[in-house]
């Protein structure tokens, strides 16, 4: 066990965040952390960390239990390079390397009264080395740096200059490289395209330490996690398995605790009632008090009550549209102006046809966001773009544009939508959990997941026969996600969409488009069937990046052989050392043995006799020894 927490509590002023926690975590854990935004997540992560200090509870940890906490919005040091920054998180390997090499130079050149003394100190500090994995330390970061989009990059380069997205990936690589025996990750796939989130998910897969994770990537969290922990109403429960196990697991605990409550319930009841009709029986007497004692002495079931109701989202439409949806033909659209315009993507053909579900896929900066701005003539483009007969459009903007920050919820739906009564837009908003005082709160102080649910009311009451997404899932907790995937796959109009959410790839389209900088490729699929192909087609980069790690491995080999050798003659001179001490008292006692005042004495001879027989026993040890060494 690395660390365990037990009946953990936490509150802030007056309200209880988390009550009676209890976690254990294993080696090779790797568990998801789940719940509703602002249900204490992160206050668990900080308390596990020991950044923050709880109310109630014991924590008990492995002494040498080293912690990486990757947050949100983890911050670098702007001043550093990126090679001086990854390398911060192995000071020790490189401060021990140093001082092993300093200390190899000196036992060279050194007296025996200095020799042991170094010899010893080497022994210890090549301990720290190797716990440390200090041998693989470089291909760890070049093997780190490559997964995480860096393989490329000048490592001479300022963290300054990294844009908000490099720095997030950056400091993701810097806590692997790190490699703490607990890895605590807050939103780890932020800013990740598939070929880092399949690499991270390969390289989790085989960490040797225990992970604790809190995202609301599903996918993610399906392919990596060996647990997942839900907090809920603020305590802790666990599920064996990833994210789908939990979803089936969490239903059937529902249901069991639910028919136990019922259960209970008619029980009680039913010993009320009785009381009630025979409490005025002298005969009863005995059988009442009886059910009177078992009454009081119940332990009384808790009603289940989850912490969020679930959401009731679906997309009608009135009008259906003619066959082909959508037409674009050499579409061309570039950003910046002057010496800064750049080219997207151009010579761009497309047909969507009715009721297709496509999704638009790629690395980040490729230009999907801008390919629907541009077929919505949102932003200039060249080249043709025709929409079908009866389309009606409704656009979810992944940065909430269209809201205005100034107004209420129940406002910004009333603007849009004058004819509706009060009672219409309070009803549909409930349908997304806005409820009560929350309709009356201004776009600018919700959340992003309760001003997203706003936008999507907005386009419920749209009714369009076809959906424009850009990133539909951002924001939302997973409850909500799981509401809006199967609102999306029951939806019977067609949807064009971007979206990094695979779980979502995976449950709505139909189609599966790439966008790269020079080219398109369809996959007629969901995001399974596209990473499968994907795989295949990326072979040849895989074997490059592994190609290009040789060398560092092969280096890194060598330096290793050449500390292993160090190391070698070290104790080879030791040994020859000992041995010749040993040689010189064996010589004294043969000595010894001949002089007649010892051979004269029985007793005295064979103290000596046995002596020397355990001397030379160990002198032929240490000879075997320097033998193996030489």
């Known amino acids: 066990m690395l660390i365990s927490l037990n009946n953990i509590s936490k509150g802030f002023l007056d309200k209880k965040i988390l009550n009676n926690i209890t976690l254990a975590v294993n080696d090779k854990d790797r568990i998801g952390l789940l719940g509703i935004n602002g249900v204490g997540k992160t206050t668990l992560l900080n308390i596990i960390s020991g950044n923050l200090e709880y109310d109630d509870g014991t924590i008990a940890s492995k002494p040498d239990l080293r912690i990486g906490y990757l947050k949100q919005n983890e911050a670098l040091n702007t001043s550093n390079s990126l090679k001086e920054e990854i390398e911060s998180s192995l000071q020790l390997v490189f401060d021990t390397r140093k001082k092993l090499e300093e200390i190899s130079k000196k036992i060279s050149q050194a007296s025996d009264k200095e ?33 995480m989009g860096f393989g490329n990059f000048d490592l001479n380069t300022s963290v300054s200059v990294l844009s908000g997205g490099e720095k997030t990936r950056f400091a993701l690589a810097k806590i692997l490289v790190e490699n703490p025996n607990l890895l605590i990750l807050d939103e780890p796939t932020n800013h990740l395209d598939f070929s880092m989130l399949n690499w991270l998910e390969n390289y989790l897969a085989e960490y040797k330490g225990a992970v604790i994770i809190v995202s609301h990537d599903r996918y993610f969290l399906n392919s990596v996690t060996s647990d997942i922990c839900e907090i809920e109403n603020g305590e802790l429960v666990r599920y064996k398995g990833g994210y789908s196990s939990f979803l089936k697991q969490k ?181 997304f959990l806005i409820e009560d005082e929350d309709v009356f709160k201004r776009i600018r102080e919700m959340s992003g997941a309760n001003r997203a649910k706003v936008a999507l009311c907005i386009i419920v009451f749209e009714r369009s026969n076809v959906l424009v997404l850009d990133e539909p899932t951002n924001h939302l907790d997973y409850k909500a996600k799981e509401a809006l995937d199967l609102a999306l796959s029951q939806y019977e109009g067609t949807i064009i969409m971007v979206s990094h959410d695979r779980y979502l790839l995976n449950s709505v389209p139909t189609k599966i488009i790439e966008m790269k900088s020079d080219k398109i490729i369809v996959y007629n699929g969901n995001y399974d069937y596209y990473k499968e192909h994907f795989q295949i087609e990326n072979k040849e980069t895989a074997i490059k990046t592994e190609t290009k790690n040789d060398s560092a491995k092969q280096y890194e080999e060598s330096r290793k052989n050449k500390a292993q050798d160090r190391k070698r003659r070290a104790k080879l001179m030791n040994t020859e050392k000992e041995i010749e001490v040993l040689q010189n008292e064996i010589n004294e006692l043969k000595q010894l043995i001949e002089s007649p005042d010892i051979s004269s004495d029985y007793q005295k001879l064979s103290e000596i006799l046995a002596e020397l027989k355990l001397k030379e026993e160990n002198l032929e040890e240490l000879e075997t020894l320097w033998l193996e060494l030489a």
């Open 115 to 147: 020799y042991n003394a170094l010899s010893n100190e080497y022994e210890r500090l090549t301990s720290i080395y190797d716990a440390a994995d200090g041998y693989n330390a470089e291909v760890r970061i070049n093997t780190v740096l490559n997964g």
């Open 251 to 431: 239903e059937e605990r529902i249901k069991t605790l639910t028919k136990e409550y019922e259960k209970q319930q008619k029980e009680i009841e039913e010993l009320r009632d009785y009381v009630r009709k025979n409490l005025a029986k002298s005969s009863s007497t005995n059988s009442v008090g009886s059910r009177v004692k078992a009454l009081e002495k119940m332990e009384l079931a808790a009603k289940p009550n989850p912490q969020v109701k679930d959401l009731h989202i679906s997309f009608p439409f009135d009008i259906e549209p003619h066959k082909t949806i959508l037409e674009c033909k050499g579409l061309k659209v570039s950003v910046g102006k002057g010496e800064n315009k750049r080219t997207l993507f151009e010579n761009f053909n497309l047909e969507v046809l009715r009721n297709e579900k496509v999704a638009f896929v790629g690395k980040n900066g490729v230009g999907k966001s801008s390919l629907l701005k541009a077929v919505l003539k949102k932003i200039p483009c060249e080249g043709s773009v025709r929409w079908g007969g009866n389309v009606k459009i409704s656009y979810f903007d992944q940065e909430l544009s269209s809201l205005d920050l100034n107004l209420t919820a129940i406002e910004s739906v009333h603007r849009k939508f004058p004819t509706k009564t009060e009672y219409e837009i309070r009803s549909m908003l409930a349908r």
